[in-house]
């Protein structure tokens, strides 16, 4: 994948990721401290696509979103690594279609 592409994929789901956060009404400041990170400059580190969620942290966002941990981590695969997501999601789809 072109860095270009990765740097498309990361302000997408940084997109993603303050749509959810605004629709709990939450501030940075607020989802920083619900998911237990100090600096709440990073949540717009996230939110612009430049940086990444730790892996340790998926299921504190997800309970601050109020979402099912593996719908959200599912998501998010889809902007963090999109071609893991590719080879576990996309063939479920083509699947149930068949079905």
């Known amino acids: 994948m072109k860095?270009?592409?990765?740097?498309r994929?990361?302000?997408?789901?940084?997109?993603?990721?303050?749509?959810?956060?605004?629709?709990?009404?939450?501030?940075q400041r607020d989802l920083a401290k619900a998911v237990g990170i100090e600096y709440y400059s990073f949540i717009s580190q996230l939110e612009t696509g430049r940086g990444r969620i730790p892996p340790e942290r998926y299921a504190a966002f997800a309970k601050a979103f109020r979402i099912d941990p593996r719908i959200f981590v599912r998501e998010l695969m889809r902007y963090y690594d999109p071609v893991t997501h590719e080879l576990l999601f996309d063939g479920e789809r083509d699947q149930n279609a068949s079905n």
Do not use: F
């Not at 860095?3 to 740097?7: C, K």
């Not at 994929?9 to 501030?27: A, F, M, P, T, Y």
């Open 3 to 7: 860095p270009e592409e990765v740097t």
């Open 9 to 27: 994929l990361r302000q997408l789901g940084g997109r993603w990721l303050r749509i959810l956060r605004e629709n709990e009404n939450l501030s």
